[in-house]
C-alpha cells in the first residue's frame, strides 16, 4: 500500500527546548529556607534540574527551579507546605521512566525526588503484604521477599519506584492473573497539597467505611497528594512456572490465540505479543536468535499439573490457528532470559534509527474487540513511511507502539501525530481506553473528555479544586486545559 501523504507539520504541544531552560526563579524565601534545612540535598543547578526536567518521552525537557532529596514524610510534608504558603508548584519524581511527561515541570518549581525514600518498612509474610516507602523499586522489593515464598507480581518492564508505579496506575506483563496497581494497593500514606499527612486504607484486604481514598490516589499521577508510603498485596510464588514461545503466521492468528484462551478461561499468568520489527529489534539489541515473526510469549503460574494442562490447552488452541515452533523455557535462567528480552523490547527499538526519539502509545480494548483493532492499527502502520513496532500485553486487551521519529522531520512527527491519534480515538470507539498503562500525562489531555465525558471531567476538576485549590501539585497533568 502506498504511503499515506501527511500535508499537516503540527507535533503535538511539546515544550520549547528554550523554555524549558529557563534559570531558576525560586522565590528568595523559599530557596533561603530548603538550603538551611537540606543543605546539599537540595540544588538548584542547571545538571541537576536537567535530570529532573525530563523523561522517557518525547517531550522537550521543562526544568524545574529547584530539586530536593526527601528521606521522609516529614520532610516531603515541610516542602509541600513551604511551598504551599509560597505558591511554588512541586512536581513528584521517582527515576523518571514516565512516557507521558509526568515529571516535568512545564511551569518550574520544586522538583520531590523521592528515590531516596527506599526504606522496606515491615514484610507481613503471614498476611501477604508489605509497608514500603515510595522510592523502593520492584525488583528491590522482590529481592527483599527471598527467602519469604512470596513475590510482588506487577511488572511493567521499566525498574519503577513503586510510588511511581501507583501514581500512574501501572500494571505490565502479569496483569492478566495478578491484576495492576489498583487492584494491590491497599493502603498509603500521603501528603496534601497543603502539607497535611493523610493515612488511607489498611492492611485488611476488605473495608466498607468511608470514601476509598486509596483508589482516588492511586492513578491520580500527583496531582492530588503525593505518596510516600505504601502497603501493597504480595503472593505465593508458584510451585510450577513454565514459559513458552510461539510463532504464527500473521498478527491475526496470534490475536485469535489470544482471544480464544482468554475466553476460555485459562488462567494464563502472561500473554506478551511482538510484531516481526520488534522481534528484528529485539535481536540486534539482545543478541537472541528468535524467529522474525508474529510471537507470542507465553507463562503459566500453578501446580505441576496445572501448568500443563494449562500449556497444552493453549498449544491446541495455536495449532488450530497455524501456530509453530513451540518453545518451552522451564529453566528461571531461561525464563529470565526469555522476559529479559521482552523487557528490553523499548530500547531495543530505539536501535532501529538511530538518533531517533520514541513517540509511545498505548491503548486497551475489552478482549473481543483486540483483533479489530490491530488489524486496523496496523494498516495504518503501512501508510505510513515511519518505522512502528507492535507488541504489548494483549492478555488484558492492551498494546503499545513504539513510533521512531527524527523529531527535527516534520513530515515524521505529523506522521507520528496522525497515527497516535487513530490508534487512541479507535481504541475510545470500541469502548476502550486512551492508555492502558502509561498514563495521561501531558500526552493524551485532550482525550479525557472523549473517553469519559464533560460531566465525569468536571467532576475530576472539582476533585483537583478540593484537594489542591491553588493547582500546585503536579499542575498541567491529567486534565485538560479549559
Known sequence: MAARKVTSTTPPAFFPLSEAMHASSLPPAVRQSLAGHFGPRFSCGDSTRLQHGRDES??????????????????????????????????????????????????????????????????????????????????????????????????????????????????????????????????????????????????????????DLTRLLVGSEGTLGIM??????????????????????????????????IQLGVPVARIELLDALSLRAINLFSKTMLAEAPTLFFEFHGSPAGVAEQAETVQAIADELGGADFAWATHPEDRSRLWQ???????????????????????????????????????????????????????????????????????????????????VERAIALEGTSTGEHGIGLGKRKYLVPEHGAVAVDVMRMLKTALDPHNLLNPGKILPEH
Not at 487492584?183 to 467505611?209: H, I, P, Q
Not at 538518533?355 to 488489524?375: H, M, Q
Open 341 to 423: 528480552a521482552r523487557h528490553d523490547a523499548y530500547f531495543a527499538c530505539l536501535q532501529l534509527k538511530p538518533g531517533c526519539r520514541c513517540f509511545p502509545t498505548d491503548v486497551c480494548v475489552p478482549i473481543s474487540r483486540l483483533a479489530e483493532c490491530i488489524a486496523e492499527t496496523q494498516a495504518d502502520i503501512a501508510r505510513v513511511n515511519i518505522p512502528i513496532a507492535l507488541f504489548g500485553h494483549v492478555g488484558d486487551g492492551n498494546f503499545h507502539l513504539v513510533v521512531l521519529v527524527d523529531r527535527d522531520n516534520p513530515q515524521d512527527m505529523a506522521e507520528a501525530e496522525w497515527i497516535g491519534t487513530r490508534v
Open 228 to 261: 510516600t508510603e505504601l502497603t501493597v498485596k504480595l503472593y505465593p510464588i508458584p510451585e510450577a512456572i513454565s514459559a513458552a514461545v510461539c510463532t504464527f503466521p500473521d498478527i491475526d492468528a496470534a490475536v485469535q490465540t489470544v482471544i480464544q484462551t
Open 58 to 211: 518525547i517531550h522537550e525537557p521543562a526544568l524545574p527551579d529547584g530539586v530536593i532529596m526527601v528521606e521522609s514524610t516529614e520532610e516531603v510534608a515541610l516542602v509541600v507546605d513551604l511551598c504551599a504558603r509560597h505558591g511554588v508548584p512541586v512536581i513528584p519524581y521517582g527515576v523518571g521512566s514516565s512516557v507521558e511527561g509526568h515529571v516535568l515541570a512545564p511551569g518550574g518549581g520544586i522538583s520531590l525526588d523521592l528515590s531516596g525514600m527506599n526504606r522496606i518498612v515491615a514484610i507481613h509474610a503471614e498476611d501477604g503484604d508489605a509497608v514500603v516507602e515510595a522510592g523502593v523499586t520492584r525488583k528491590q522489593l522482590n529481592d527483599a521477599l527471598k527467602g519469604t515464598g512470596l513475590f510482588f507480581p506487577i511488572d511493567p518492564g521499566a525498574d519503577a519506584t513503586l510510588g511511581g508505579m501507583a501514581a500512574t496506575r501501572a500494571s505490565g506483563t502479569n496483569a492478566v492473573r495478578y491484576g495492576t496497581m489498583k487492584d494491590n494497593v491497599l493502603a498509603t500514606t500521603t501528603v496534601l497539597a497543603d502539607g497535611r499527612v493523610m493515612e488511607t486504607g489498611g492492611r485488611a484486604r476488605k473495608s466498607s467505611a468511608g470514601y
